[in-house]
């Protein structure tokens, strides 16, 4: 670059040279009528709040980077939320709350469930909760309850028509699962004692407790999983709660079994013979094959009654289909305690055999295997012949 040229007669004396020269010398040339301004360089500080801001969005990024990859490793937990803005001291109803899939770590929390938002209508929050917030015990309290604590007030409704007496706070009682009579719908259950508490505090005809927040849903879910209100039934005083509750549920196991035998086909022995996996069916059998009858604990040939020829079906022979020993038999019904594979074959045998399966009794020493053979081949001939 040329220096030390001033004034006009310069900046003339610079044109010719750079005329000479085929090209121009410096910067560029402004258009007309435009002035022109030098390049300036930041100052210091401006290009320190550059790097700042750069550091920024490198760290958000950076961040949101780490947000994503720990969302495709960690595991989620559903978790309470709120589903709308909560003001303080809002009463919840159910509507009020929502689930939502977090990684929650060590912050608090409560998890959901399907009767959680059922369960914590009726509580007020403490303060003002925004909407999709997590919902935790401590912000929590009965809608005129003080604080608490990490511990949820809940009121147990409970039958009290066992303590003709009433109950007080205080005393120590039975918590009774009112059971279930037997029907055709199921077996029920037997009336059994459930826990063994003192009755703190009452609200009416009602418990109330203080638990801890995994508890809490429990108590308030109780009456419902029962199918009733739990009984009280209260100690006396200086009794022995655990030997007073062994021999009630003794009583009540025994009063159910009555009941269920009452109303069992094969009796109170048959409805307890199962094992653990094993289901029960009972099936019509037709004995006009056992011209003396057939009873309980005879060995006998289930038998496939057949069905005659026929030009659209083809029919089938009369045949053997298994040995059997009648364990569990009353009045021309067969109860079977069975696998669920071996259940389903009993369960649907009289649909697929068209009628139901004939009973042949046996002697207790036969050999089953030679018995069947000669009866399926004898049978095989008959049906041929009615052709």
């Not at 210091?44 to 969005?57: D, F, K, N, Q, T």
């Not at 364990?327 to 594979?341: F, K, M, S, V």
């Amino acid at each position: 670059m040329i220096r030390g040229l001033r004034g006009r007669s310069g900046r003339r004396r610079l044109q010719q040279r750079e005329a000479a020269a085929g090209g121009f010398v410096g910067p560029a040339p402004a258009a007309a009528g435009v002035p022109t301004r030098a390049p300036r360089r930041l100052s210091g500080g401006a290009r320190r709040v550059v790097v700042a801001a750069a550091g920024l969005l490198l760290a958000a990024g950076s961040i949101a980077g780490f947000v994503r990859t720990a969302d495709a490793f960690d595991e989620r937990a559903a978790v309470v939320v709120a589903a709308r803005d909560l003001p303080r001291g809002h009463v919840l109803s159910a509507g009020d709350l929502d689930a939502a899939l977090v990684l929650p770590g060590a912050v608090p929390h409560l998890e959901w469930s399907d009767a959680a938002a059922a369960a914590l209508a009726g509580l007020a929050v403490t303060h003002s909760v925004p909407a999709g917030s997590l919902v935790t015990a401590g912000m929590l309290a009965g809608p005129a309850a003080g604080a608490f604590g990490d511990r949820l007030e809940v009121l147990v409704p409970v039958d009290t028509s066992l303590a003709p007496s009433g109950v007080a706070e205080g005393d120590l009682v039975l918590l009774i699962d009112p059971g279930a009579a037997p029907s055709g719908s199921g077996p029920g259950r037997a009336r059994r004692v459930i826990d063994t508490l003192v009755a703190e505090s009452l609200a009416g005809n009602a418990l109330r407790l203080f638990a801890p927040p995994a508890e809490w849903v429990q108590w308030r879910t109780l009456a419902a999983r029962l199918g009733g209100l739990p009984l009280v039934l209260p100690v006396p005083l200086g009794g022995d709660a655990a030997g007073l509750a062994a021999e009630l549920n003794a009583v009540w196991a025994a009063d159910h079994q009555m009941a269920a035998a009452a109303g069992s086909p094969l009796g109170a022995v048959w409805e307890t013979a199962g094992g653990p996996g094993l289901l029960q069916t009972v099936v019509a059998v037709d004995v006009s094959l056992s011209a003396s009858g057939v009873a309980q604990g005879d060995l006998a040939l289930l038998v496939d009654p057949g069905v005659p020829l026929d030009a659209a079906s083809g029919g089938r022979p009369r045949s053997v289909l298994r040995s059997v020993r009648l364990d569990h038999y009353r009045d021309g019904l067969l109860g079977i305690w069975a696998e669920p594979a071996e259940w389903v074959w009993w369960q649907s045998l009289a649909q697929r055999l068209g009628a139901a399966p004939m009973l042949l009794r046996v002697s207790p020493d036969a050999d089953t295997d030679a018995v069947s053979a000669d009866l399926n081949e004898a049978w095989r001939k008959h049906w041929e012949q009615r052709r």
